[in-house]
């Protein structure tokens, strides 16, 4: 990248980077790992209600890591997704439930149903307006209508080509355009799909989709003089993936992005897991910051790569340079050459350590899947690309002794030479 190219993108305002949190301890490494804001559901008022979502005392656990951050002088966003459609018994629902909400520090709420705008206007008058886009907002003019009714940023249709994009922020230069750059897509407009509904009685348009996109089909037509004969119409030897499509990756692509004048990428997914969501985050995070000059070229490919390296499905640029490349789909479940093996804790000095190995630190290991003693090991932590350890050492966290095993009901602690600290993630795989 030119000397010129760096300084007018550190010019203008860097965009912010949105990830998708499921739950605290996802919320918790989306941050740590470089997402300057977060979106949550809170109950089934999201399109999302079968993620784990937020419930009981979470807001506080919440309130102090933003205090934490800001201690630093780091300003972290929350954004609450009120982006189901609203029944009038739904709209009920969360009006009793607005004391509950109020406990957390939201900074603004996304939604796509209007009937909402006055009641968060009143109960969150500090907090912004976002709309959602299952709202389908795609054309200047709807930009203006939304801009005229308090919402302060629009999450664009992903069906949005990169140069309306520019065109509506030239049009609505005050408006905030935030643009999804990673994950799954959706065979509906906008992901206003009735599939699911009609296939399982699930509405995704409730947040409770059921994927049937996803769903291997057999497809078969009928000739109307032959009723009863059918005809199997084949893609490949028995199923089809007509409905399944790519996932989006635009990593590759942000500067264009950036020329348009987003201002904020969201990488999509609170149902997928905190392997995907701290990866996706740290690779976009350096990304960003080199495009911007802050960091290496060289830093930020160390990082990319790892987008690969967690479970998805082939990429494509979306409706953001050609339809044809969002009309490809794909067949198969996600896939990735690694496994999450677990995270690390806290630093601890046991109290049954006699003797310390000068070179070697002891910390709580939360395994996830069954380990071996032995088998090859790779940390990857904030900042800290991936590095192997096949040195380490398992040991009882009561008694010292050395487990030859460990799994997901056995958290014990971790031996190691190697510099990791608190939320690094373990991973086994291919090395």
Known sequence: MTETRKTEITAMSIPELVSPAGNLEKLTYAWEYGADAAYIGIGNFSLRTRADNFTGNDYQSIKELKEKYLSKGIQKKLFCALNISFHNNDIKKFENAIPYFKNYPFDAFIIQDIGLVETIKKNFPEAGLHLSTQANCINSNAVKMYKSLGFSRIVLGRETPIDEIAEIKNAEPEMELECFVHGAM????????????????????????????????KLYAEEKERRGEFFPVEQTESYTSVFSSKDLCMIGHLPQLM??????????????????????????????????????E?????????????????????????????DKTTSGQTSAPYKMAGTIGKEIKPAFLKTHEPGTAFFEFFPLNKITAGEKLEFIGPGVPAEEDGEYVFLDSATGEKLEWTDHMHPCIIRTSKKIGERFIVRTGSF
């Open 186 to 217: 959706c065979i509906a407009y906008s992901g206003r799909c009735l599939l699911s509904a009609y296939m399982s009685g699930r509405s995704a348009n409730s947040g409770n989709c059921a994927h049937s996109c996803r769903w291997d089909w």
């Open 259 to 296: 020329d348009a004048k987003v201002d904020a990428f969201k990488i999509e997914g609170r149902m997928k897991s905190l392997y995907y969501t701290a990866m996706t985050v740290q690779a976009y995070r350096k990304k960003i910051d080199a495009i911007a000059g802050l960091i290496p």
């Open 298 to 326: 060289g830093e930020s490919r160390l990082f990319e790569k790892e987008l690969y390296n967690v479970p998805h499905r082939e990429f494509c640029t979306g409706f953001y340079f050609s339809r044809d490349e969002a």
